[in-house]
């Protein structure tokens, strides 16, 4: 693949299961090396997957350990939703199959959910509040995200994995208490889009309360703004300056 930065306006068009399969690892590989960039790593915690095209109760994700800036496409695992590793080298983080499991079962129309322990998320999930429209970006998340309002420890069960994805419901985005953030979309850039915003959402809220009272859009203005920022096309769009920027700097993701 042609490493040459272009500038896209709609998903891409498939001519096979094989190249789509492809293009979705490469993003799932170029969301984990920007997860990386960001800070968004703690340890081996955190975890992106994506449902494969053709084996829609499969998905993909990475291996268990390997460090978000070392993923290239080749390194990740496939695994079922009975957390059985069918393609790969490497073994499932069981965090990840508890809770993206029950989440892709959930959500049909989902391919892809994020979760991470980025440090303003997991700071904003403490308060045990969902986030409020007080900027332009919040409002991509007004009236669109969840609380999972329960901690009981590392997620390791699927019943766990399961109320999470009761929580988050048709919404695109879930805040874990005292865990962190969990996104969602009908793409990996979306979802890993959602993740990123809403992460900068948690942290200029943190920021705005801690000098003062932040002034909440109204809902009128916060609905007729959601349908900016809001939309599937827009999660998508606003990932794609991201791909061009990682893949120029590290096209070894590719691979």
């Given at each position: 693949?042609?490493?040459?930065?272009?500038?896209?306006?709609?998903?891409?068009?498939?001519?096979?299961?094989?190249?789509?399969?492809?293009?979705?690892?490469?993003?799932?590989?170029?969301?984990?090396?920007?997860?990386?960039?960001?800070?968004?790593?703690?340890?081996?915690?955190?975890?992106?997957?994506?449902?494969?095209?053709?084996?829609?109760?499969?998905?993909?994700?990475?291996?268990?350990?390997?460090?978000?800036?070392q993923?290239?496409?080749?390194?990740?695992?496939?695994?079922?939703?009975?957390?059985?590793?069918?393609?790969?080298?490497?073994?499932?983080?069981?965090a990840?199959?508890?809770?993206?499991?029950?989440?892709?079962?959930a959500?049909?129309?989902?391919?892809?959910?994020?979760?991470?322990?980025?440090?303003?998320?997991?700071?904003?999930?403490?308060?045990?509040?969902?986030?409020?429209?007080?900027?332009?970006?919040?409002?991509?998340?007004?009236?669109?995200?969840?609380?999972?309002?329960?901690?009981?420890?590392?997620?390791?069960?699927?019943?766990?994995?399961?109320?999470?994805?009761?929580?988050?419901?048709?919404?695109?985005a879930?805040?874990?208490?005292?865990?962190?953030?969990?996104?969602?979309?009908?793409?990996?850039?979306?979802?890993?889009w959602?993740?990123?915003?809403?992460?900068?959402?948690?942290?200029?809220?943190?920021?705005?309360?801690?000098?003062g009272?932040?002034?909440?859009?109204?809902?009128?203005?916060?609905?007729?703004?959601?349908?900016?920022v809001?939309?599937h096309?827009?999660?998508?769009?606003?990932?794609?300056?991201?791909?061009?920027?990682?893949?120029?700097?590290?096209?070894?993701?590719?691979?």
């Amino acid at each position: 693949m042609s490493t040459k930065m272009t500038l896209s306006y709609k998903p891409p068009v498939f001519l096979s299961v094989e190249e789509e399969r492809q293009h979705l690892k490469q993003k799932l590989a170029a969301s984990f090396r920007l997860f990386s960039k960001f800070g968004f790593d703690e340890g081996v915690a955190g975890h992106i997957t994506a449902r494969d095209p053709e084996r829609k109760d499969h998905f993909w994700v990475n291996p268990f350990g390997m460090h978000f800036s070392q993923i290239k496409a080749s390194d990740l695992i496939l695994c079922n939703h009975d957390g059985v590793v069918v393609e790969g080298n490497y073994p499932v983080n069981r965090a990840a199959f508890a809770i993206h499991s029950q989440v892709h079962a959930a959500r049909p129309d989902v391919i892809a959910a994020a979760h991470a322990h980025s440090v303003y998320g997991k700071s904003w999930s403490s308060l045990g509040r969902p986030l409020d429209p007080i900027t332009q970006d919040a409002c991509a998340f007004y009236n669109d995200h969840s609380l999972f309002d329960d901690f009981t420890g590392v997620v390791l069960d699927i019943e766990e994995g399961q109320r999470i994805g009761k929580a988050l419901g048709n919404r695109k985005a879930c805040i874990l208490r005292n865990h962190g953030l969990l996104t969602v979309g009908k793409s990996v850039d979306e979802a890993a889009w959602w993740f990123i915003t809403m992460e900068r959402s948690c942290q200029a809220q943190i920021l705005a309360e801690s000098v003062g009272t932040p002034i909440v859009i109204d809902d009128e203005s916060a609905a007729v703004t959601y349908e900016t920022v809001g939309t599937h096309e827009a999660g998508w769009f606003q990932f794609q300056p991201l791909w061009n920027r990682i893949v120029k700097e590290q096209p070894d993701l590719l691979d």
